[in-house]
Every structure is written in structure tokens, then in C-alpha cells.
């Protein structure tokens, strides 16, 4: 077994009472003593923070923006040159089947590009970009900060209360905060569909500022368990599961996640891996799409369960990628993929449960609607 590791906010979270779990590689609060379901209500009703200094932190930097955004756009299908500075972008790398091999988030900060990438795809993340951008392209992974999310309506009062430029962030803004002393890089956004910012800190000091966001009224260390069910409610994808090496973004309903400019007849079409195969989904369709699913009664549908139509016998239509218990919903609630024929909205379905077949139906995503601030 290979060792753990640890976040610089792991002695808190023992502090706090956390049950720590393995988590794509690291030693991570899956719950605190509040427990899943309170932890997910106090971040829809208040604020939460969040540790996800497991996630990878990368600057891109070169001699001018348009080297730096032209070089990322041959790694992603997004407009990255388009990027105003002091913005960010969800993304996505694709291979040449046209397969997402992670999705992440980027920012321009000047000429730089800040690139966050999931944690356990991280070290490919950083190796691919290397190969691909250097030596042009300065790839420098950062591994002296940590990540803190702070996410609820009450995320604003707590951190501008700190510093009140972030009160004049909007949904995607990033800016140069000073918390409680602190010098830091935040972004007014978030996995939760809630209203957050996203704060990346210099590890010796996370500690001493995720102290002083708990101390404040309204705010709750907040575990994976919940970030899971907050998402799911929320219609976002986690990587490995709702997305992967083999899904096609036009499957997985991330067709908006591709702007115009990079789409056939846009001014940079394509020039990213698999561009032919993805393009060519956005002209042809698919036969398969991301759906939400709402299983009737109050038994979850996990992840794997098998889908099938509502014929007589039943045929295989689709596979459940995650599933649960929404807490806000009150029942439980589902995504996979299913046939594009059997994809629309209240088409009635079957998921088999241990060799039982339940009623369930295709359902309108996200089930929580989202509260960012435009």
C-alpha cells in the first residue's frame, strides 16, 4: 500500500472529529460530527468550507497571452484566448478518440493561465502538458498552496467580510483577495451549484484562515460525503465516473463547455485531439446522452446500476454513473447514460436493483438549481 498523503489542513480535520478516508491518494474527511446529511442542508441554508487541496494546481506562463492561450487551445476544445484577464473557464483535455481524459478549470491571471485539474488525474495532467507546451510553454505545478472552498449563500458575508472586494466578484471572476491577513488567489466559484468562491492560500498559512472562516457565525467544515450528494443534486459531473476516457463531451451533455469559435466554422475549429471526432458529434449527434434520473419511491439507484426501457421484457438502454440520496430533493436522484432514444424528459424507465427491476424516469438536470451570482 502506498502511503497517503496529507493535505495542510489534515491536523485540523483531526481536530474537528473528521472520519478521514483514502481519496485518489490522500487521507480525506469524508464527514465530520455533524454528519453527511446536516453537513449538505448547512451548505444549501449557509456556508461551507471545504478542503480540496488534494486537486492539482498548475501555472502556464510564455512570452505573451496569445502564445499561452494558443498553446492550451491545442490540449483543450475551449476558447482560451478569449478569456479576459481576471476570468475563468470550466475545460476539458481531450484524447484522439475524442474522449475526455480529465476535465478542470482555468484562469487568466495576466498573461498566466491557472490551471486546476482533479486530484487523481493530476500527475497525467502535468505530464501532458509538459510533453505538449514545453519548452515554449513554462508548465510549473505548485505544490506550496493549499485549495479551500468556501460554498453557500453565506459564502459572500464570510469572505468579504474578510476582504469586501470579493462582495463585487460574479460567477467566474477571479481576483486577488486578502483574507484575514492572508494573501491569496479566489475564484467565485465552486461544486456545490451553490453561490462560493474557491481560494488557493500558501499551505503554511491555509491552517491559520480556514481557523478564522470556521469562526465565523454560519460556517461548517464540510466533508467529501456531502460535496458528493451537493454535486450530484447540482447535475455536475465527477470525473471517472459520469465522465471518462471514453466519453465523447457531446455525450455527456458538455456541448455548451465548447464555445463557437472552436466549433466547425468558428474562427479556430478544432486543432485540439479528437477535434474530428467530437466536431463530428455536434453535426451527427450521438446515441447516447448524460441524463438526470429520478427513481420513484425512496431507494437510491447507485452507480452501476443497468437501465432498461419500459417494453415488454425490457431492453438494456443505459447504466446509472452516480447516484444517491438527494437530501435537499428529499428522495433519491441519479445520472447516467442513456440511448438518445429514450433520452427525453419523463420517458419512463427500469433500473435493476439486486435482481429487481424498479420504476425510475428521465429527469430535467440539475434537480437543484443553481444560486451562482451572475
Given at each position: 500500500?502506498?502511503?497517503?498523503?496529507?493535505?495542510?489542513?489534515?491536523?485540523?480535520?483531526?481536530?474537528?472529529?473528521?472520519?478521514?478516508?483514502?481519496?485518489?491518494?490522500?487521507?480525506?474527511?469524508?464527514?465530520?460530527?455533524l454528519g453527511v446529511m446536516k453537513e449538505h442542508q448547512h451548505t444549501r441554508e449557509a456556508a461551507g468550507v471545504f478542503d480540496v487541496s488534494h486537486m492539482g494546481q498548475v501555472i502556464l506562463s510564455g512570452e505573451s497571452w496569445d502564445h499561452v492561450a494558443r498553446s492550451f487551445e491545442s490540449l483543450v476544445p475551449m476558447d482560451v484566448l478569449g478569456l479576459e484577464d481576471g476570468r475563468q473557464r470550466y475545460g476539458m483535455f481531450t484524447n484522439d478518440a475524442g474522449g475526455i481524459e480529465d476535465d478542470l478549470m482555468f484562469a487568466r491571471r495576466g498573461n498566466d493561465l491557472f490551471v486546476v485539474v482533479n486530484?487523481?488525474?493530476?500527475?497525467?495532467?502535468?505530464?501532458?502538458?509538459?510533453?505538449?507546451?514545453?519548452?515554449?510553454?513554462?508548465?510549473?505545478?505548485?505544490?506550496?498552496?493549499?485549495?479551500?472552498?468556501?460554498?453557500?449563500?453565506?459564502?459572500?458575508?464570510?469572505?468579504?467580510?474578510?476582504?469586501?472586494?470579493?462582495?463585487?466578484?460574479?460567477?467566474?471572476?477571479?481576483?486577488?483577495?486578502?483574507?484575514?491577513?492572508?494573501?491569496?488567489?479566489?475564484?467565485?466559484?465552486?461544486?456545490?451549484?451553490?453561490?462560493?468562491?474557491?481560494?488557493?492560500?500558501?499551505?503554511?498559512?491555509?491552517?491559520?484562515?480556514?481557523?478564522?472562516?470556521?469562526?465565523?457565525?454560519?460556517?461548517?467544515?464540510?466533508?467529501?460525503?456531502?460535496?458528493?450528494?451537493?454535486?450530484?443534486?447540482?447535475?455536475?459531473?465527477?470525473?471517472?465516473?459520469?465522465?471518462?476516457?471514453?466519453?465523447?463531451?457531446?455525450?455527456?451533455?458538455?456541448?455548451?463547455?465548447?464555445?463557437?469559435?472552436?466549433?466547425?466554422?468558428?474562427?479556430?475549429?478544432?486543432?485540439?485531439?479528437?477535434?474530428?471526432?467530437?466536431?463530428?458529434?455536434?453535426?451527427?449527434?450521438?446515441?447516447?446522452?448524460?441524463?438526470?434520473?429520478?427513481?420513484?419511491?425512496?431507494?437510491?439507484?447507485?452507480?452501476?446500476?443497468?437501465?432498461?426501457?419500459?417494453?415488454?421484457?425490457?431492453?438494456?438502454?443505459?447504466?446509472?454513473?452516480?447516484?444517491?440520496?438527494?437530501?435537499?430533493?428529499?428522495?433519491?436522484?441519479?445520472?447516467?447514460?442513456?440511448?438518445?432514444?429514450?433520452?427525453?424528459?419523463?420517458?419512463?424507465?427500469?433500473?435493476?436493483?439486486?435482481?429487481?427491476?424498479?420504476?425510475?424516469?428521465?429527469?430535467?438536470?440539475?434537480?437543484?438549481?443553481?444560486?451562482?451570482?451572475?
Amino acid at each position: 500500500m502506498t502511503e497517503l498523503k496529507r493535505t495542510p489542513l489534515y491536523d485540523l480535520h483531526n481536530e474537528l472529529g473528521a472520519k478521514m478516508v483514502p481519496f485518489a491518494g490522500y487521507d480525506m474527511p469524508v464527514q465530520y460530527p455533524l454528519g453527511v446529511m446536516k453537513e449538505h442542508q448547512h451548505t444549501r441554508e449557509a456556508a461551507g468550507v471545504f478542503d480540496v487541496s488534494h486537486m492539482g494546481q498548475v501555472i502556464l506562463s510564455g512570452e505573451s497571452w496569445d502564445h499561452v492561450a494558443r498553446s492550451f487551445e491545442s490540449l483543450v476544445p475551449m476558447d482560451v484566448l478569449g478569456l479576459e484577464d481576471g476570468r475563468q473557464r470550466y475545460g476539458m483535455f481531450t484524447n484522439d478518440a475524442g474522449g475526455i481524459e480529465d476535465d478542470l478549470m482555468f484562469a487568466r491571471r495576466g498573461n498566466d493561465l491557472f490551471v486546476v485539474v482533479n486530484a487523481a488525474c493530476k500527475d497525467a495532467d502535468i505530464a501532458r502538458m509538459k510533453a505538449a507546451l514545453e519548452p515554449e510553454i513554462m508548465v510549473a505545478a505548485i505544490t506550496d498552496r493549499a485549495l479551500i472552498a468556501v460554498q453557500g449563500p453565506g459564502a459572500e458575508a464570510a469572505v468579504a467580510g474578510m476582504d469586501p472586494a470579493a462582495a463585487d466578484m460574479t460567477f467566474m471572476d477571479v481576483r486577488d483577495l486578502s483574507l484575514d491577513g492572508v494573501d491569496v488567489w479566489a475564484s467565485r466559484s465552486g461544486y456545490t451549484g451553490e453561490d462560493g468562491y474557491e481560494i488557493s492560500a500558501p499551505e503554511d498559512q491555509a491552517d491559520a484562515l480556514t481557523r478564522a472562516l470556521l469562526a465565523l457565525d454560519g460556517v461548517e467544515a464540510i466533508g467529501l460525503g456531502a460535496r458528493d450528494s451537493l454535486r450530484l443534486e447540482a447535475g455536475l459531473c465527477l470525473y471517472g465516473h459520469d465522465i471518462d476516457a471514453e466519453t465523447n463531451p457531446v455525450e455527456g451533455a458538455l456541448n455548451w463547455a465548447i464555445q463557437k469559435v472552436r466549433r466547425n466554422g468558428g474562427d479556430r475549429a478544432g486543432g485540439f485531439p479528437g477535434a474530428d471526432v467530437v466536431l463530428a458529434a455536434f453535426e451527427n449527434g450521438a446515441s447516447r446522452k448524460r441524463v438526470g434520473l429520478q427513481p420513484e419511491g425512496r431507494a437510491p439507484m447507485r452507480e452501476g446500476v443497468e437501465v432498461f426501457d419500459a417494453a415488454e421484457g425490457g431492453h438494456h438502454v443505459g447504466t446509472v454513473t452516480s447516484g444517491g440520496f438527494g437530501p435537499t430533493t428529499g428522495g433519491p436522484v441519479a445520472m447516467g447514460y442513456i440511448s438518445i432514444d429514450h433520452s427525453k424528459i419523463g420517458t419512463p424507465l427500469w433500473g435493476e436493483v439486486r435482481g429487481k427491476r424498479m420504476p425510475l424516469s428521465v429527469a430535467k438536470l440539475p434537480f437543484v438549481a443553481a444560486n451562482f451570482k451572475r
